[in-house]
C-alpha cells in the first residue's frame, strides 16, 4: 500500500492506495502543531496494512534535498511551531522509502499522471490562495534546483494606480504581496469573488506575469492553475486574454497560438490533485529504492 500526504497549512489529507490513481482511504485533520499532526497520521498509517513506501506533498518551505542534513524539514515558515519540524524524522519509524516534494509540486505532478496535464512533456501548476507557488514537471518528475522553486516572489510591474504597499514579509510587492488571497483582502477588505471587473482585471495582470515568466523559462505544454482565489468568475479568462496580450505575438507555437482556452485551465483532478501527487511520490519513492 502506497501512503501520500497532502500536507497543507490548515489542513491535512492522508490516503492510501495500491494505485495512486484508486484512493482506497482516506482522511482530513485540521493542522495543529506538528507533534499532533504527525502522531494522528502515524496512527492512521499504523491501522492500514502494510505501508511500503510514503509520500509527501508539504507546504514550503520545505527542505527537499536528498542530500541535505536537514531533509523534509520544514524550513523558515510563519506558520507557528513548524519552523524545523521534520516530515523524515516523523515517519522514519516506518522504515520505508520516502519522499516530499512542495505542495505544488506535488498537485503538479497529479495533474500530470491523471489530470489536465496528461499527454504533456513538460507541465506547470500555479496555486493563488493564501500564498502564490509554481510547480513544474518534465517527464514524469518534479524540476527542482537546489530547493524547490519560489515563483510566487517574483518581482512584478505595478501597476500605476495601485497603492496596495504589499502582504510579503521579504519583498512587500512581489507577485505573492501583491496578488495572493490576504493582499486581495488587505488591499479592498473583501475577496476577490465580491468585487469588480476591474479588482478582477488587475488580479490577472499580476498573474500574467507569473504566466509568462513559467512560458519564457519553462516553455510547459500546459500550465494548470488552482487554489481559492482562481474560482473568482472571470478570473480565468482575464488571466487567458492579458497573457496572450504580455506574449506578443512573440512566441506562437502549438496551444500557445490561439486564445489560451486549452493552455491556461482548472485542474482536471480538483481538489484530488495534491493528495494524488504525494501517492505519486510514495510510489517513485518505492520504484527508486528497488533501483538503488
Ligand atoms: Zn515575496
Redesign the pocket.
Known sequence: MLAGIEAGGTRMVCAVAEHPAHIRERIEIPTTTPEETFGHIRDFLKAQRSVRAIGVAAFGPVDIDKRSKTYGQVLNTPKPGWTGASWFKAFSGFTVPFKIESDVSGACLGEYAHGAGRHQKTLAYVTVGTGIGAGIVNDGRVRNGTGHYEMG?IPVRRDPDDTYGGH?P??AD?L??LACGPAIQARWGEPLSHLGEGAVALEASYLSQLALTIILAHMPGRIIVGGGVMKTPGLIEALREQTQDRLAGYVRRGALSGDLSDYIVPPGLGEAAGVTGALLLAQQAAREAVER
Open positions: 516572489h510579503c521579504f519583498h512581489c505573492e504581496g
